[in-house]
């Protein structure tokens, strides 16, 4: 949606590297900001979330980061498998009432 | 085990034909919600539900319809209304509403129009 921008809309990364992607979003009130995996015919899941109290979280291979003066959230997988390619979705609250999904972005993970 | 159920897995509607997207959550959350999934797109929303017998119209209700007469229920009726309403639809639910709390979703039901 407007609200919340998502880059890349595309990512190829060998296996064992790291894949980063951004959202911003234009609510400056937005305290809470997750992350959605979605397989192919499948659901999102949550993976990991934040809340603007802190500035990174992180789970296993995953960590979140957030930077909340520039208005920008960030998702980071380190040492990728083949089991992380994947769609993923940000999230960003709009007015406190609902949230706004990115355009999501697709992992590939190359062995 | 807790989750949302989602029914049925495909569903193909003929023009002018009403079809209702079934969604069941036994998580006892109080928020559910319906968007719509079109490739290349973020989700957008549908509807949404707050406590039984309430529900809020989202950024794309036009051609919808919504009930929420348990609270572990949550069907969507896609209407003749909706010009073009093939699409992948997924539910979702929450502990409450507002922007405070991650979804649970369901496994989607792709409708596709013939």
């Known amino acids: 949606g407007e609200n919340v921008e998502q880059h890349p809309s595309t990512l190829s990364v060998q296996e064992g590297d790291s894949a980063v992607i951004k959202c911003t979003y234009s609510?400056?009130?937005?305290?809470?900001f997750p992350w959605y995996k979605q397989e192919l015919g499948k659901g999102p899941q949550l993976i990991i979330d934040?809340?603007?109290?802190?500035g990174e979280k992180k789970d296993q291979r995953i960590a979140v980061t957030l930077n909340k003066t520039a208005k920008h959230f960030s998702l980071h997988i380190t040492e990728t498998q083949p089991e992380d390619s994947a769609v993923y979705f940000c999230?960003?609250?709009?007015?406190?009432?609902?949230?706004?999904f990115g355009t999501g972005t697709s992992l590939t993970v190359i062995p | 085990d807790g989750g949302i159920t989602q029914s049925p897995k495909y569903l193909f509607r003929k023009e002018g034909q009403n079809v209702t997207l079934s969604c069941e959550q036994n998580?006892?959350?109080?928020?559910m919600y319906w968007y719509r999934q079109d490739p290349g797109q973020g989700l957008r929303l549908i509807y949404y539900?707050?406590?039984?017998?309430?529900?809020q119209k989202g950024d794309i209700a036009e051609g919808y319809s919504v009930s929420r007469e348990k609270k572990e229920s949550f069907p969507l009726t896609v209407t003749s209304a909706q010009k073009n309403p093939t699409a992948f639809y997924l539910c979702?639910?929450?502990?409450?509403?507002?922007?405070?709390?991650?979804?649970?979703f369901g496994s989607g039901t792709r409708l596709t129009v013939v």
């Open positions: 539900s707050q406590i039984v017998n309430d529900f």
């Open positions: 999230a960003a609250p709009l007015n406190g009432n609902q949230f706004y």
């Open positions: 998580l006892n959350h109080d928020a």
């Open positions: 979702a639910s929450s502990i409450a509403t507002g922007a405070d709390y991650g979804y649970t």
């Open positions: 934040i809340r603007s109290n802190v």
């Open positions: 609510d400056s009130a937005s305290n809470y």
